[in-house]
């Protein structure tokens, strides 16, 4: 009986296994290459975290690939012309972007894969009418921009007003590329090319409280992926409190039971400081928090501290206000790490500070140390 089971058990979890991981097949047909080459498949292709998932000698002009993945991998066709081992990313190499997905693929082209198609994806296929829609136009733009600054002397590619018309001009094509990505997301919710996109966003340093709802139309496939899922976190973990982002508004009352709202403090710069007395690093951090404070209070700055003190422990918490010499406002309802602020703030560890700009939004988070100094001095000097 025990054999029996064990072996049902080995079936289920191989069964299990195989729908988790599905196949893909990748052939890359260059006839005109009649050198030989070596062919790479790399993800991340370009970054520091790059990595070759395989590699193939192009023989008679055909290389082919066979691997699994557990959804759709973007990935870079590297070819190598002299047939050497290397793999590293230069602007002049011949290389093609794919999505490998389970599917039979073949890239066809003549001496090149920079100018091969792609055939038998359904991903790949709706990429071209992506690229064409949302990326083809910003990206000639960019060409544009790359090509003045290379046709620009080089003695004077330094010049303050030539880079600050450079980036302009850069920001302004961004801007306009990613309002086209959050169009084709709307359009297309059941898209992975949307969830790849929707990703992109996130990592760009847009607003990504604005995200949220559009990550909510995705289709609940997309959304439950490992992809999806990690983009989840990044959208509820850090979304309403990320950098740029307007600081959620609360009430708490102070040491004196009178309640205190964080607009009131609207037209100041104000470091919301997250700590708790029986919290050892953020007592120690409390002498850096007052010498800063005492620097810049004069200067448009002020302090808010919210204490993640528990319940009953009201004397513990007004004892370390006085004995780290804590003279600025502090609020607390003394409910532990339940503490509404903290949750508010996504607050699952302390001490934890967020700076907020006059205007309320937040423009830097967990300043310690020496850093919390230099950008007060940055800022307020």
């Given at each position: 009986m025990k054999t029996f089971i064990s072996t049902g058990i080995a079936m289920l979890l191989a069964f299990a296994l195989k729908a988790q991981n599905s196949d893909y097949q990748l052939t890359v047909k260059l006839p005109a290459q009649k050198t030989p080459a070596m062919v790479y498949l790399i993800e991340n292709y370009g970054w520091s975290n790059n990595k070759t998932i395989d590699s193939a000698k192009l023989v008679n002009g055909t290389a082919s690939f066979k691997g699994m993945v557990t959804e759709p991998l973007k990935a870079y066709i590297?070819?190598?012309?002299?047939?050497?081992?290397?793999?590293?990313?230069?602007?002049?190499?011949?290389?093609?972007?794919?999505?490998?997905?389970?599917?039979?693929?073949?890239?066809?082209?003549?001496?090149?894969?920079?100018?091969?198609?792609?055939?038998?994806?359904?991903?790949?296929?709706?990429?071209?009418?992506?690229?064409?829609?949302?990326?083809?136009?910003g990206n000639k733009v960019l060409a544009k921009i790359n090509a003045d600054y290379l046709a620009k002397p080089a003695?004077?590619?330094?010049?303050?007003?030539?880079?600050?018309?450079?980036?302009?001009?850069?920001?302004?094509?961004?801007?306009?590329?990613?309002?086209?990505?959050?169009?084709?997301?709307?359009?297309?919710?059941?898209?992975?090319?949307?969830?790849?996109?929707?990703?992109?966003?996130?990592?760009?340093g847009v607003d990504i409280t604005k995200l949220t709802p559009v990550y909510k139309q995705l289709n609940p496939s997309l959304k439950s992926s490992s992809t999806g899922k990690k983009l989840a976190l990044i959208l509820d973990e850090y979304g309403p409190t990320s950098i740029g982002a307007l600081a959620p508004d609360f009430t708490q009352n102070d040491v004196s039971d009178k309640p205190v709202k964080l607009s009131d403090f609207r037209g100041k710069y104000v470091l919301l400081d997250f700590w708790a007395s029986w919290c050892g690093p953020c007592r120690a951090e409390n002498p850096n928090v007052v010498k800063q404070y005492n620097r810049f209070k004069n200067k448009n700055f002020t302090v808010l501290g919210v204490s993640l003190d528990q319940p009953g422990k009201?004397?513990?918490?007004?004892?370390?206000?006085?004995?780290?010499?804590?003279?600025?406002?502090?609020?607390?309802?003394?409910?532990?790490?339940?503490?509404?602020?903290?949750?508010?703030?996504?607050?699952?560890?302390?001490?934890?500070?967020?700076?907020?700009?006059?205007?309320?939004?937040?423009?830097?988070k967990n300043l310690r140390g020496d850093a919390l100094g230099e950008k007060l001095e940055a800022i307020l000097k």
């Open positions: 590297l070819l190598n012309h002299s047939g050497k081992d290397a793999d590293k990313w230069k602007p002049d190499n011949d290389a093609l972007m794919v999505y490998l997905e389970p599917a039979a693929m073949v890239v066809s082209g003549q001496d090149s894969v920079k100018t091969a198609k792609i055939a038998g994806s359904a991903l790949n296929d709706a990429y071209v009418q992506y690229y064409n829609t949302v990326l083809s136009d003695d004077q590619r330094g010049d303050k007003a030539f880079q600050a018309g450079l980036m302009a001009r850069v920001s302004q094509v961004t801007k306009r590329t990613d309002s086209l990505k959050l169009v084709y997301i709307k359009q297309h919710p059941d898209s992975q090319l949307s969830l790849f996109a929707l990703q992109e966003l996130a990592g760009a009201k004397a513990a918490w007004l004892a370390a206000i006085k004995s780290d010499g804590l003279s600025w406002t502090q609020v607390s309802d003394l409910q532990f790490w339940n503490n509404a602020v903290a949750r508010a703030y996504n607050i699952r560890s302390v001490p934890q500070n967020f700076l907020i700009d006059p205007a309320g939004k937040i423009i830097a």
